[in-house]
C-alpha cells in the first residue's frame, strides 16, 4: 500500500523529526512517500540517507494555496495513493481539498496545541487575527478528513474543543524516541557542583525566564548548584540579559544549540522542564529514558507522561515560587527524586520506544485504509 506523507517542509522541528522516525520503521508492505511544500529542506538529506523516497514542490511564497492544490493534485493522480497522512496546517488545509476532489482517505494530525490560551495571549492584534482566520480554514476543511490522529490525549482534548470535532474522531498514538541513544546512569548527585539542565527552545513559552529567576534566588542560598540550559531561540538575547542583570553567570550557563543532549541528560543531576504548554513533550520523555530526575511544569502534556512524586516532581505551570520549592525539595530529597527517575524511565520504555511507536502507526494506516469504505474495488484492483 502507499502512503503520501505530506508535510510544510523538512525544515528542522519536532514534527518533521518524528515523521522521519516513524516513517523510516514502517514495514515492506507500506511503502510511504513523503511530500513536503515549501523549500526549507534542512532535512532533506536524512530522509534521503533512510532511504525514504521524498518530493518536494518547493513553492514560492509562504502559502501559495492555489498552485499547491494544482501541483499536489495532479502528483497524487499519477501516484494513486492508498492514504494521505497530512501534518501542519498550510499541509493539511491543501492535503484536504486534494483528498477531498479526488477521494483519496486523509487522515488528519494534531501535533500541536496552537489554540492554547497561552499562545493566544503572548499575540499581537494582527497575529490574533491571523490565527482567527487560519481557524476558520481549518474548521471548515477538517470535516473532509476521514479521522484524526494526535500524539496525546491533551492535544486531543484541546484540539477536539478549539475546532468542534467529535472527539470520536481521533485517536491517539504517542511519538517515541529511540532508546539506544540514550545512555542510562544510575550515577546521579555526584557531582562536585549538582547540576540542574534545560533542554529546549529559548522561547517565553518554554518558560526558561522563570526557571532562570527562580534558580537566581534558589543559588544565592547553596553555592553548589548550576544550572545549564541548551538550545537558542528568538528570546536568547532577552534571556542573556536576564542572567546578566541577575549576576548568575557563574550558576547559569547557556549553552546555544548542542548536539551532544543525551550526553548531557547522562551526566547532569536533575532536568527541569517548565513549559507553558507542548504538543508532545519530547524532551521530557528523552529526560525519562535517561534515567534523570524530572521537575516538571503540572501542565496536562506533562501530566500524561510522568505522576506528582511517583515519576517525577511537578510544579505550578509559570509560578517562580514553585520552581523554588521544585528546586529545594529536589536538593533535599536526593535518594526520593532517583526512584522517581528509575519509575519514569520504566514508564518511558514501556511507552515510547520509537519502534513500538512506528509499529501502532503501520498498523493503524492499515486499519484506516482498510475500513476507508469507497476505496475497497480500487485496493482490489491493485492488488490483482
Known amino acids: ?17 518524528s515523521t522521519l522516525d516513524i516513517v523510516q520503521r514502517l514495514p515492506d508492505h507500506i511503502r510511504p512517500i513523503v511530500v513536503c511544500f515549501y523549500s526549507k529542506l534542512d532535512l532533506l538529506e536524512q530522509f534521503q540517507k533512510s532511504g525514504i523516497q521524498v518530493k518536494c514542490f518547493k513553492l514560492r511564497g509562504k502559502y ?21 497522512v497530512a501534518t501542519l496546517f498550510r499541509a ?14 486523509i487522515l488528519g494530525t494534531f501535533v500541536n496545541d496552537t ?41 486531543k482534548a484541546s484540539n477536539a474543543r478549539a475546532l468542534f470535532i467529535n472527539p470520536n474522531l481521533i485517536d491517539v498514538i504517542p511519538r517515541g524516541r529511540q532508546l539506544s541513544q ?45 544550572l545549564l540550559i541548551a538550545g537558542d531561540g528568538s528570546a536568547m538575547e532577552a534571556l542573556k540579559l536576564l542572567v546578566a542583570e541577575s549576576k548568575m553567570e557563574s550558576n547559569i550557563t547557556l549553552l546555544g544549540n548542542v548536539n551532544n543532549v543525551p550526553e548531557l541528560l547522562s551526566c547532569a543531576d536533575v532536568f527541569v ?10 524532551a521530557l520523555v528523552e529526560a525519562m529514558i535517561a534515567g534523570i530526575p524530572i521537575l516538571a511544569s503540572d501542565i496536562p502534556m506533562n501530566k500524561e507522561a510522568v505522576t506528582h512524586l511517583q515519576d517525577a516532581y511537578l ?53 484506516i485504509i482498510d475500513a476507508y469504505p469507497s476505496t475497497h474495488s480500487e485496493k482490489a484492483a491493485k492488488r490483482s
Open 1 to 17: 500500500m502507499k502512503i503520501l506523507f505530506t508535510i510544510d517542509s523538512l525544515q528542522t522541528g519536532g514534527a518533521e523529526k
Open 64 to 84: 501559495n494555496f492555489k498552485q499547491a492544490t494544482k501541483v499536489f493534485t495532479e502528483y497524487c493522480i499519477t501516484e494513486r495513493p492508498d492514504l494521505i
Open 92 to 105: 493539511e488545509f491543501i492535503s484536504r481539498l486534494v483528498a477531498h476532489k479526488l477521494n483519496i482517505p
Open 115 to 155: 489554540y492554547s490560551k497561552f499562545e493566544w495571549q503572548q499575540l499581537t492584534v494582527a497575529m490574533k487575527c491571523k490565527i482567527a482566520f487560519f481557524w476558520i480554514l481549518n474548521k471548515w476543511s477538517s470535516r473532509y478528513c476521514y479521522r484524526f490522529l494526535a500524539n496525546s490525549e491533551s492535544i
Open 182 to 226: 540514550f545512555v542510562y546512569s544510575e550515577e546521579r548527585f555526584k557531582n562536585e557542583k549538582i547540576t540542574f539542565l534545560n533542554v529546549g527552545r529559548i522561547i517565553p513559552r518554554k518558560g526558561q525566564f522563570e526557571l532562570v529567576r527562580a534558580f537566581a534566588v534558589f543559588a544565592a542560598k547553596h553555592n553548589n548548584v548550576q
Open 273 to 282: 522542564f517548565p513549559s507553558w504548554y507542548e504538543g508532545f513533550s519530547g
Open 315 to 367: 510544579f505550578k505551570v509559570k509560578s517562580q515560587e514553585s520552581i523554588i520549592e521544585a528546586l529545594e525539595f529536589a536538593l533535599a530529597n536526593q535518594v526520593k527524586m532517583c526512584s522517581f527517575a528509575q519509575s519514569a524511565r520504566n514508564k518511558a520504555v514501556a511507552s515510547y520506544d520509537i519502534n513500538s511507536v512506528a509499529k501502532q502507526h503501520a498498523d493503524y494506516y492499515t486499519r
